[in-house]
Each structure stands twice: as structure tokens, then as C-alpha cells.
């Protein structure tokens, strides 16, 4: 069973401060990797992926990945209210099922 | 634009009655999901079609079946509903393996 673990918070930070979400996974085989967030009531939504080692920025979003320690982050940084949501990583494990394994997400609030 | 559209956004069910939740992608994309999310317990994959012409099993498929009716259509049924049912459905689908999942709005079913 290939498992993806995320600590399920809640996190709280202030505005302004850096959010940093994490995640692990078993699949040492794992090729691709997403960070989506949800808003309470809706659809899961991309923010996010990233393929190889290293760090990937975009805006205020950087996603860090350490396939050797099995090891995705997502860092936020100048934190708002609006970031508060659920963070959902997912990982794609390769082959030809084309499934991708979410993790139980972290609930980020962002206090003003 | 409309991406990924599922029908209907909300469903109330006695146990034991039947339903088709509807899917459609009009991004051409050769793979599409069908997920569960319920609280504390993330996003589960019940049926995947990674082709048109071909369906597989998720981690929690009993009580669902699924029907890849052509290549934008994908559609989940519950033969007999149980309150084990009630949840948030969402559909899914992507171009190819390892590339993000674009998500539909969901469903939110009830069985009572």
C-alpha cells in the first residue's frame, strides 16, 4: 500500500509569517508530486507540482523535493487569511495505472 | 471553458435506492477518477479509467460501479445506497500519467 502522510494540523500562523506544509511517502519509485489546496466546500485545486529534486518557485509558493529522504514540502511565504485552506499533497507512483495518492491534508489558518 | 463537469452538485437518497453520478471533460484527456472525501479521511480513489475502453478498481470500490461511456463521459453508479455512502464525490481526469488531476465541483450525497 503506497501512503502518503501529512501532518493534519491545524497549523496557525500569523500574516505575513512563512507557512511551511510537508509531506512523506513510501513509493521511492514516486515520480511526480502535487500540492493542491481546497477551500472548505470546494473542489481540490493545483497550485503546485514538481518532478525533480531541488526547488521549484512560483509567486509566493516554493515546492522543495528530497527523493533521497522521501520528502515533499510546500513553503508559503507572506502568509494571508485567503491561504487558509486545506493542503492536499499528492504523488504520482508511476506505470501505466496512472493513480495518484493523496494525503490526508493539513488544515493551514492564516490569522490576521 | 468548462473543464470538468459533474451532475448533480447535491443528492439526498434513501437507503437502498440507486444513482448515476455524471462526469464530463471536455479537455480531451485519456484518463479519468472518481474520488470520496470525507472527513479525516482524505481523498480515496474508487474507479479509475486510464482509457477509454478500460476501468480499474481503487482502494475503496464496493457498492460503486462505473461505466467510461466515451472518451469525455465517465460515470459512477450506486446500485443499492447505504449511509456508509454519504460523502463528497469528485471526478477527475488528466491528459497522461504523472501530469495533475483537473477536478470537477463535486457531488454531495446524502443517504439517509
Known amino acids: 500500500q503506497k501512503e502518503v502522510e501529512q501532518n493534519s494540523g491545524p497549523l496557525s500562523v500569523p500574516e505575513g509569517a512563512i507557512a511551511s506544509l510537508n509531506c512523506t511517502y513510501s513509493d521511492r519509485g514516486s515520480q511526480s508530486f502535487f500540492w493542491y489546496r481546497q477551500y472548505s466546500g470546494k473542489s481540490p485545486e493545483l497550485i503546485m507540482f514538481i518532478y525533480s529534486n531541488g526547488d521549484k518557485e512560483d509567486g509566493r509558493f516554493t515546492a522543495q523535493l528530497n527523493k533521497a529522504s522521501q520528502y515533499v514540502s510546500l513553503l508559503i511565504r507572506d502568509s494571508q487569511p485567503s491561504d487558509s485552506a486545506t493542503y492536499l499533497c499528492?504523488?504520482?507512483?508511476?506505470?501505466?495505472?496512472?493513480?495518484?495518492?493523496f494525503g490526508k491534508g493539513t488544515l493551514l489558518t492564516v490569522n490576521p | 471553458n468548462a473543464g470538468v463537469t459533474q451532475t448533480p452538485k447535491f443528492q439526498v437518497l434513501k437507503t437502498g435506492q440507486s444513482m448515476t453520478l455524471q462526469c464530463a471533460q471536455d479537455?480531451?484527456?485519456?484518463?479519468m477518477y472518481w474520488y470520496r472525501q470525507d472527513p479525516g479521511m482524505g481523498l480515496r480513489l474508487i474507479y479509475y479509467s486510464a482509457s477509454e475502453g478500460t476501468t480499474d478498481k481503487g482502494e475503496v470500490p464496493n457498492g460503486y460501479n462505473v461505466s467510461r461511456l466515451n472518451k469525455r463521459e465517465f460515470s459512477l453508479r450506486l446500485e443499492s445506497a447505504a449511509p456508509s455512502q454519504t460523502s463528497v464525490y469528485f471526478c477527475?481526469?488528466?491528459?497522461?500519467?504523472?501530469?495533475?488531476?483537473?477536478f470537477g465541483n463535486g457531488t454531495r450525497l446524502t443517504v439517509t
Open positions: 477527475a481526469s488528466t491528459g497522461a500519467g504523472g501530469s495533475p488531476l483537473h
Open positions: 479537455m480531451n484527456h485519456n484518463s
Open positions: 499528492a504523488v504520482y507512483s508511476g506505470g501505466s495505472n496512472y493513480k495518484l495518492t
